[in-house]
Nanobody
Framework: QVQLVESGGGSVQAGGSLRLSCAASGSTYSTNLMGWFRQAPGKEREGSAAILTAGGKTFYANSVKGRFTISQDNAKNTVYLQMNSLKPEDTAMYYC?????????????????WGQGTQVTVSS
């Protein structure tokens, strides 16, 4: 079983940057896809970015493309989300997810493990 621990959230002004980290531990051999999702108050959870653990192919939601970058350090079993040019609408709880894939990268069905979340607040 995989455990995920996120860190790096916080409060920032619009235009600023944050880097989220997601450290994976446990039985990661079956993890093919790592993703970052976010959920704002009153809204459904949505995928922001994902990365295939083998090969490093990345995927982004249109809302974050060009501003967010997902990357991984396989030696540390850690996935990062570099968030630049942050906007107030990026304010949300951000969740790291891991799973075997097999469905769309933004589908919950691709993931079987979720972190506890880290809050990102962007003020105007």
């Amino acid at each position: 079983q995989v455990q995920l621990v996120e860190s790096g959230g916080g409060s920032v002004q619009a235009g600023g940057s944050l880097r989220l980290s997601c450290a994976a531990s446990g039985s990661t051999y079956s993890t093919n896809l790592m993703g970052w999702f976010r959920q704002a108050p009153g809204k459904e959870r949505e995928g922001s970015a994902a990365i295939l653990t083998a090969g490093g192919k990345t995927f982004y939601a249109n809302s974050v493309k060009g501003r967010f970058t997902i990357s991984q350090d396989n030696a540390k079993n850690t996935v990062y989300l570099q968030m630049n040019s942050l906007k107030p609408e990026d304010t949300a709880m951000y969740y790291c997810a891991a799973g075997p894939g097999g469905y769309f990268w933004y589908s919950d069905r691709s993931y079987n493990t979720w972190g506890q979340g880290t809050q990102v607040t962007v003020s105007s």
